[in-house]
């Protein structure tokens, strides 16, 4: 029986238009009347017309003869999915194709039980084809998003001449932070800058990692030449850094961006005067 | 095995790294470090690394060592040209050289040493054509 070539099965999908009228009675019931059943009957009778010819290399959903089927079905999931349907109704609409094979089997004379087995497990693995294509899209969406977090979220600007910032914004990880200090380093090299400024006004929390990771990126600038200075320490965070008793030795810090670059100025020997007599 | 050159420069020693550094490349350098400084009476080492791009935990070592060679025979050391990776490597080896200066490039590392020297005044003539420079240079940097 496991290596049924499904005949029975094949015969009952070629019994004509009753399956198919069937099917599309069965599914529009989890779909509650979202999709017209014109439409419905549309996509049923095309995915009918897929899967009859791919039957024809046996009820393996994996093999070749299958390739057509499975692509039809991850675009139906795929669109379904664009239009608001959760990927259970569109595996319940692919999974009403079974009450239409059950209906034909037991109209065919008592389906045996065999080939009732065999189209269950057969529309089964099909349905699971659309799920595991819904949960592939979702993933693929949200790596795209998470990679375009980290490229956006990094610029490097030079805010003098030789005096280069990086403004952090957000949740520090050490994927993030790899990224930020490899970016940075590189642009001392490329610049020739030798001084970097770290700016955290946008660093939501700063605990023991984010403080070793920000530590890292300081003495890793000092090894290659330049002098960084941390800025943009919100009172809050002045707090906690304190309260984790957390060292940041003879690093410079400021308060604000502006205090920082007035620094790292000043230690490159430009002095900031106003004009007389303007305010 | 290879050698890697020390250059004589004014009253400093020029070392630029250009071979893969192996550790007796490193060892053998570390003992032509000492040589030469005794015989020179340098007042600065300069090492060049821009060409370097693998470092383990023995090589990052080895910089602290002639580091501290070169300041217990009075001479200051500054490390030019650091790779970002190869600063990562070593911060990430727990190794962050403390006692040794480091600049973004050989001129730069060159003002260091120049400003350092000035400090501390010339140096006593031994040798009669000994040319230190007391570059117009050396008074910018000393100033910044």
């Given at each position: 029986?496991?290596?049924?070539?499904?005949?029975?099965?094949?015969?009952?999908?070629?019994?004509?238009?009753?399956?198919?009228?069937?099917?599309?009675?069965?599914?529009?019931?989890?779909?509650?009347?979202?999709?017209?059943?014109?439409?419905?009957?549309?996509?049923?009778?095309?995915?009918?017309?897929?899967?009859?010819?791919?039957?024809?290399?046996?009820?393996?959903?994996?093999?070749?003869?299958?390739?057509?089927?499975?692509?039809?079905l991850?675009?139906?999931s795929?669109?379904?999915?664009?239009?608001?349907?959760?990927?259970?109704?569109t595996a319940?609409?692919v999974?009403?194709?079974?009450?239409?094979?059950?209906?034909?089997?037991?109209?065919?004379?008592?389906?045996?039980?065999?080939?009732?087995?065999?189209?269950?497990?057969?529309?089964?693995?099909?349905g699971?084809v659309t799920f595991?294509s819904?949960?592939?899209?979702?993933?693929?969406?949200?790596?795209?998003?998470?990679?375009?977090?980290?490229?956006?979220?990094?610029?490097?600007?030079?805010?003098?001449?030789?005096?280069?910032?990086?403004?952090?914004?957000?949740?520090?990880?050490?994927?993030?932070?790899?990224?930020?200090?490899?970016?940075?380093?590189?642009?001392?090299?490329?610049?020739?800058?030798?001084?970097?400024?770290?700016?955290?006004?946008?660093?939501?929390?700063?605990?023991?990692?984010?403080?070793?990771?920000?530590?890292?990126?300081?003495?890793?600038?000092?090894?290659?030449?330049?002098?960084?200075?941390?800025?943009?320490?919100?009172?809050?965070?002045?707090?906690?850094?304190?309260?984790?008793?957390?060292?940041?030795?003879?690093?410079?810090?400021?308060?604000?961006?502006?205090?920082?670059?007035?620094?790292?100025?000043?230690?490159?020997?430009?002095?900031?005067?106003?004009?007389?007599?303007?305010? | 095995?290879?050698?890697?050159?020390?250059?004589?420069?004014?009253?400093?020693?020029?070392?630029?790294?250009?071979?893969?550094?192996?550790?007796?490349?490193?060892?053998?350098?570390?003992?032509?470090?000492?040589?030469?400084?005794?015989?020179?009476?340098?007042?600065?080492?300069?090492?060049?690394?821009?060409?370097?791009?693998?470092?383990?935990?023995?090589?990052?070592?080895?910089?602290?060592?002639?580091?501290?060679?070169?300041?217990?025979?009075?001479?200051?050391?500054?490390?030019?040209?650091?790779?970002?990776?190869?600063?990562?490597?070593?911060?990430?080896?727990?190794?962050?050289?403390?006692?040794?200066?480091?600049?973004?490039?050989?001129?730069?590392?060159?003002?260091?040493?120049?400003?350092?020297?000035?400090?501390?005044?010339?140096?006593?003539?031994?040798?009669?054509?000994?040319?230190?420079?007391?570059?117009?240079?050396?008074?910018?940097?000393?100033?910044?």
């Amino acid at each position: 029986m496991a290596q049924a070539d499904g005949g029975r099965v094949r015969a009952l999908l070629r019994s004509g238009d009753k399956v198919l009228r069937r099917w599309v009675e069965a599914a529009e019931v989890p779909l509650r009347g979202r999709l017209t059943t014109g439409e419905l009957g549309r996509t049923c009778s095309d995915l009918l017309a897929v899967l009859v010819e791919a039957s024809d290399g046996g009820l393996d959903v994996t093999s070749d003869a299958y390739a057509g089927a499975r692509g039809f079905l991850a675009e139906l999931s795929r669109d379904w999915a664009r239009r608001g349907f959760s990927p259970s109704e569109t595996a319940s609409a692919v999974f009403a194709l079974k009450e239409a094979l059950f209906a034909a089997a037991d109209e065919d004379g008592g389906g045996d039980l065999t080939t009732v087995l065999e189209a269950s497990r057969w529309v089964d693995a099909l349905g699971l084809v659309t799920f595991e294509s819904f949960a592939r899209a979702r993933e693929q969406v949200i790596s795209e998003q998470a990679e375009q977090l980290l490229e956006l979220t990094t610029p490097v600007v030079k805010l003098w001449e030789g005096v280069v910032a990086v403004p952090l914004i957000g949740t520090l990880d050490s994927a993030r932070t790899q990224i930020v200090m490899e970016k940075l380093l590189q642009t001392l090299v490329d610049t020739g800058s030798e001084h970097a400024i770290i700016d955290i006004t946008g660093v939501p929390a700063v605990d023991t990692e984010v403080a070793q990771h920000l530590l890292k990126t300081v003495v890793a600038a000092r090894l290659m030449g330049a002098e960084c200075t941390i800025s943009g320490i919100r009172p809050q965070i002045a707090q906690t850094i304190v309260t984790l008793g957390i060292e940041f030795g003879d690093i410079t810090t400021k308060s604000s961006l502006a205090d920082a670059l007035l620094h790292a100025m000043r230690s490159t020997g430009v002095e900031v005067v106003r004009r007389a007599g303007s305010r | 095995m290879e050698r890697v050159p020390v250059l004589s420069l004014g009253d400093a020693l020029l070392v630029s790294i250009q071979v893969d550094l192996q550790d007796n490349t490193v060892l053998a350098l570390q003992e032509d470090l000492a040589e030469r400084i005794v015989a020179t009476g340098a007042r600065g080492v300069l090492i060049d690394i821009s060409a370097v791009d693998i470092v383990d935990s023995f090589i990052g070592r080895m910089f602290a060592s002639i580091a501290a060679l070169s300041r217990l025979l009075d001479a200051e050391t500054v490390v030019v040209g650091m790779r970002p990776a190869v600063a990562i490597t070593l911060v990430e080896l727990g190794l962050s050289l403390p006692g040794v200066r480091t600049a973004l490039d050989v001129e730069r590392g060159m003002r260091i040493l120049r400003a350092a020297s000035e400090r501390r005044g010339p140096r006593p003539a031994d040798e009669p054509d000994d040319l230190v420079p007391v570059a117009e240079g050396g008074g910018a940097a000393a100033g910044a």
